[in-house]
């Protein structure tokens, strides 16, 4: 059964200045390692000249990567995955972009700073809950439409309605009210609505 969990609601930019050395961190919100990488070779392509991207990712299957990108090794990489795993992030990339000062940090220093850098990113980002939803689907007669339309708007999040020869719904509910909006749904229309779960996906805002 699949269970919420939390993610960053949107793509951000922070930066800021320790010691001569800038740091640019970014958060982004990716599906999969595919999606993550790609997102990767966009901030390389945008900072060519940076000393340094350092980056973790975290998904909701597990699966986790990070780098130090030639930082001395648990300086970069693993704070950012830090970050990421004490704040419960996933579905998350966050990349930390390095121009070298002239000034050492020593390791103690950098950690502070990477951390900060995703810590930044990520509160720039906002942090939203993906909840799992069935995608319950439905024909309702368009004499029934308007007695039920606002039930199913207030009960549910629409995905689309359909003026067919009936009205077609495809709406997603929380697993956890699923069944009790279909039995409803039958009830608000004496049976003559026969809704059907069609799949399950994560959504957030519901």
Avoid at 6 to 32: M, Q
Avoid at 143 to 159: N, P
Avoid at 187 to 201: C, L, N, Q, S
Wanted: charged residues 30%.
């Amino acid at each position: 059964m699949l269970k919420p969990y939390k993610t960053a609601l949107r793509d951000s930019v922070t930066e800021f200045t320790e010691k001569k050395s800038r740091f640019i961190g970014r958060c982004f919100r990716v599906a999969n390692e595919e999606e993550a990488m790609a997102r990767l070779a966009e901030v390389r392509k945008a900072h060519p000249d940076a000393t340094h991207n350092c980056w973790a990712y975290s998904l909701a299957d597990g699966g986790q990567r990070f780098s130090d990108d030639g930082e001395p090794g648990g300086t970069a990489g693993m704070p950012i995955m830090d970050t990421l795993i004490r704040r419960g992030i996933k579905d998350a990339l966050i990349v930390v972009t390095r121009y070298f000062g002239g000034i050492l940090l020593g390791s103690g220093g950098l950690v502070r700073a990477y951390s900060k850098a995703a810590s930044d990113a990520l509160g720039a980002a906002g942090e939203g809950i993906m909840t799992p939803c069935a995608v319950i689907g439905f024909c309702v007669d368009y004499t029934r439409f308007g007695q039920i339309e606002g039930f199913v708007r207030a009960e549910s999040t629409v995905e689309s309605i359909e003026f067919l020869e009936n009205v077609r719904f495809t709406v997603y509910v929380p697993d956890e009210r699923a069944e009790g909006f279909m039995k409803e749904l039958v009830e608000r229309t004496d049976g003559r609505a026969e809704p059907e779960k069609t799949g399950e996906v994560f959504r957030s805002g519901v």
